[in-house]
Nanobody, 127 residues
């Protein structure tokens, strides 16, 4: 199970830091990604992090604004979000996939069979 937190209501231009904590397992050996879904819109991949080498990748729409990081000791991954816009309003989920020893995050990460294990956290950005 994963427990997402850190969401909330913020004004446009503001910042939030989301957390995803592993419960009952460790992120060691996993790729972890953040996805989001807004009402009436498709599920969207946002960022990934590899527990193997610490690599990260963010999609174009958030690159330069969102930064993902992970802490294997704390069993937590983070999504630091800045310069938020109303278009970032969504429920954010973290998802995991077991990965090989050499796996790194790249633009292909969204092709992996990530699975969500938590309830998500709501982010609302007001204009």
């Amino acid at each position: 199970q994963t427990v997402e937190s850190g969401g909330g209501l913020v004004q446009a231009g503001g910042s939030l830091r989301l957390s995803c904590a592993a419960s009952g397992f460790s992120f060691d050996g996993y790729g972890v990604a953040w996805f989001r879904q807004a009402p009436g819109k498709p599920h969207e991949a946002v960022s990934c992090w590899s527990s193997r080498d610490g690599s990260t990748y963010s999609v174009d729409s958030v690159q330069g604004r969102f930064t993902m990081s992970g802490d294997n000791v704390k069993k937590t991954v983070y999504l630091q979000m800045k310069s938020l816009t109303p278009e970032d309003t969504a429920t954010y989920y973290c998802a995991v996939v077991p990965v090989s020893r050499l796996w790194s995050c790249s633009s292909r990460f969204m092709r992996e069979p990530f699975q969500t294990r938590g309830q998500g956290t709501q982010v609302t950005v007001s204009s």
